[in-house]
């Protein structure tokens, strides 16, 4: 894969190169303009995010996200992608470079005199290939597996399919509507708007340390949702398959709707949303059979629209009840995160974790951890601190940013003897994003290959 890492370093030089010489892009007085009367991006109770989920009315993606039309049919496209080099210290901690990325291609359409709305909406990631070895590192992260060994340390690249599915509204009042989603592979009713989603953490490269008790629902297989939103409350259930993906990450899994779940979503104001879930999986892990997980999980969301940017904060409570051969394990996490953009180009950002993790991470990635009971020995603190700059932006289609990220650890004397007194990670990265809409993106690039 030697090969394939000299590939990715030499696109990042050549990206830099053209964005510290090429005064084209240089343009500071971009004020994205996006047509804001799509309504399949809202509904009455908040702005559409992950799956079903809502954050605050006034949260916009419109600046990262393209728009066009086809016939009757409004297109639209989003994506991310992050080029990240990751060093870390201490004698568990790894080096890698590595790209975190995904996109999402939409149809929405309205009829019957707008009364209804249908969206279909598929989302990719090239992670099977831009994430070598099926794993990349990160200190304290565990959870699904690598060339069938728990990962620890280190998180899993996302499959290449993340979604297929599709949405169908019906306006019921004024301010009412029934909804059904679902698909092959989707997002149940269940925790938090999904991190790759959530504003809060729209700059920060890596995955949350509670990610697998707060939001590793987002794909999930043969979901069905159904819902109502009203007003200032949305309530939804869902049934899916409870079995998280295997290592075939070009795979897409089936398997019976086997759990379910719930969800209560209050948008007291446009500018915040809280939720409060619950849900069965069934037979969540697929190397202890038998493992049941009743998860619970509540947030609150707001965003703050300031002159020039935002400022979007979430407070996240995910706990695990997991129950295996008669016997039952709690493990609890929470978070908090917010980003601030100001004077447009500019981003910081600070996540702050604190969560219950096994004993499976004394011993690391070995064949004997898989006989190791995933008993909980005490919490883990995690600091993150990021900063980035909008390098370019053209005013068509392409924003590129570049970042920085440090975090540093709380343990116990336990962990201490493990990973060191003070443990730490460092991450450097470069962000592309689209910005605008896809007829100026096509006219972009027709220019760029001179025709």
């Not at 030697?2 to 990042?12: E, W």
Request: glycine share 10%.
């Amino acid at each position: 894969m030697k090969g394939f890492s000299f590939g990715l370093s030499r696109a990042l030089s050549v990206m830099l190169f053209l964005v510290f010489t090429s005064p084209a892009f240089a343009q500071d007085n971009y004020a994205p303009t996006m047509d804001m009367h799509m309504r399949g991006m809202e509904n009455s109770a908040g702005h559409l995010a992950s799956g079903t989920g809502l954050e605050p009315t006034n949260t916009s993606e419109f600046s990262n996200m393209m728009q066009g039309s086809l016939g009757k049919w409004t297109v639209m496209f989003h994506a991310d992608s992050k080029v990240v080099d990751i060093q870390q210290t201490g004698p568990r901690g790894g080096d890698k470079f590595f790209s975190t990325n995904w996109m999402m291609p939409m149809l929405s359409r309205e009829f019957g005199d707008k009364k209804h709305s249908i969206m279909l909406r598929t989302m990719l990631s090239f992670e099977p290939v831009t994430v070598t070895k099926r794993r990349f590192p990160q200190l304290f992260q565990t959870g699904e597996t690598a060339y069938d060994l728990p990962i620890i340390d280190g998180q899993h690249p996302h499959n290449f399919f993340m979604e297929l599915a599709g949405r169908y509204d019906v306006n019921i009042g004024k301010q009412s509507q029934l909804f059904f989603y679902g698909g092959a592979i989707g997002e149940p009713a269940l925790g938090p708007i999904a991190f790759p989603h959530r504003a809060s953490a729209s700059e920060n490269p890596l995955a949350m340390l509670g990610h697998h008790e707060q939001d590793s629902t987002h794909i999930s297989y043969s979901v069905i949702t159904a819902g109502v939103s009203s007003g200032a409350v949305q309530f939804e259930g869902s049934a899916f398959h409870g079995q998280e993906p295997n290592e075939n990450r070009w795979y897409i899994g089936t398997g019976k709707p086997d759990s379910f779940s719930y969800r209560l979503t209050v948008s007291p104001t446009r500018s915040l949303t809280g939720q409060f879930s619950s849900g069965h999986i069934n037979d969540r892990e697929a190397h202890e059979p038998g493992l049941d997980t009743f998860r619970t999980t509540a947030s609150i969301h707001h965003n703050l629209i300031l002159a020039e940017g935002s400022l979007a904060s979430s407070v996240i409570w995910g706990r695990n009840r997991d129950r295996v051969d008669g016997e039952q394990r709690i493990f609890n996490a929470y978070a908090l995160e917010s980003t601030l953009n100001f004077k447009n180009r500019n981003w910081v950002w600070t996540r702050i974790e604190n969560l219950d993790k096994d004993q499976t991470i004394l011993y690391g990635e070995k064949p004997e951890t898989l006989e190791i009971e995933e008993t909980p020995i005490g919490r883990v603190q995690s600091y993150s601190f990021g900063y980035e700059r909008d390098l370019f932006r053209t005013t068509h289609w392409l924003n590129v940013g570049l970042g920085f990220q440090f975090t540093t650890y709380g343990l116990t004397k336990e962990m201490k003897a493990v990973y060191g007194n003070r443990p730490q990670s460092y991450v450097m990265f470069l962000h592309i994003r689209p910005v605008g809409n896809m007829a100026s993106m096509m006219r972009a690039m027709r220019v760029m290959a001179g025709h």
